[in-house]
């Protein structure tokens, strides 16, 4: 019984040593974690066109899936008086796979939760959306494309929706759409 313990476990970390000498040069590289910001956009009410800046961190769990953390502020203006800003604030999974070996473009989808915060600083959708929070969800999908080992660039395009309170009534939901271009590096 030991001697069959003993060639089992000998034959898995025999094996595990093979499996990693196997893996090509590209694949054994990987980089655990990244930051990234830069400028966002998006469309649809409360906040009209609106543009502003965001920035992330995500760590990566094996070679393609990882999570993400990701924090955009918005801004919305109109007119002298009127001013929107939205505030998202998510977390969740995301999947990435390098086109191939030799490739510097890498596509990637994510899935968020968390929330959003209005500040309605105007009358402008005052009548639809007040001050306040509430939970959204978001689904994004792009591209990096890498300009070293540790710099990149990414452009992002995604839906996102969320629910706001109403004054006097119950709440509203809200979709939107979204997009970013951001700087990202490696570490």
Same mark, same amino acid.
Request: proline fraction near 3%; charge should be positive; hydrophobic fraction near 40%.
């Given at each position: 019984?030991?001697?069959?313990?003993?060639?089992?476990?000998?034959?898995?970390?025999?094996?595990?040593?093979?499996?990693?000498?196997?893996?090509?040069?590209?694949?054994?590289?990987?980089?655990?974690?990244?930051?990234?910001?830069?400028?966002?956009?998006?469309?649809?009410?409360? $906040? @009209?066109?609106?543009?502003? %800046?965001?920035? &992330?961190?995500?760590?990566?769990? =094996?070679?393609?899936?990882?999570?993400? *953390? /990701?924090?955009?502020?918005?801004?919305?203006?109109?007119?002298?008086?009127?001013?929107?800003?939205?505030?998202?604030?998510?977390?969740?999974?995301?999947?990435?796979?390098?086109?191939?070996?030799?490739?510097?473009?890498?596509?990637?989808?994510?899935?968020?939760?968390?929330?959003?915060?209005?500040?309605?600083?105007?009358?402008?959708?005052?009548?639809?959306?007040?001050?306040? $929070? @509430?939970?959204?969800?978001? %689904?994004?999908? &792009?591209?990096?494309?890498?300009? =070293?080992?540790?710099?990149?660039?990414? *452009? /992002?395009?995604?839906?996102?929706?969320?629910r706001f309170s109403r004054l006097g009534a119950s709440a509203v939901s809200n979709d939107r759409w979204r997009a970013?271009?951001?700087?990202?590096?490696?570490?």
């Amino acid at each position: 019984m030991r001697f069959t313990w003993f060639a089992l476990l000998l034959m898995v970390f025999l094996g595990t040593r093979a499996w990693g000498q196997a893996q090509p040069r590209s694949e054994s590289t990987l980089r655990r974690y990244e930051i990234y910001g830069g400028s966002a956009f998006s469309g649809g009410n409360p $906040s @009209g066109d609106s543009f502003g %800046g965001g920035f &992330g961190f995500s760590g990566n769990f =094996t070679r393609w899936a990882g999570a993400l *953390g /990701e924090f955009t502020i918005l801004q919305h203006t109109c007119c002298v008086v009127n001013s929107i800003t939205l505030t998202d604030y998510l977390l969740g999974p995301r999947i990435a796979k390098r086109l191939s070996a030799s490739s510097r473009v890498t596509p990637f989808a994510d899935v968020l939760f968390g929330g959003q915060t209005l500040h309605n600083s105007s009358n402008h959708h005052s009548w639809e959306f007040n001050n306040g $929070s @509430g939970p959204a969800i978001a %689904g994004d999908g &792009g591209a990096d494309i890498s300009v =070293t080992s540790r710099l990149a660039l990414r *452009g /992002e395009f995604g839906f996102i929706h969320s629910r706001f309170s109403r004054l006097g009534a119950s709440a509203v939901s809200n979709d939107r759409w979204r997009a970013g271009t951001y700087i990202v590096y490696r570490f």
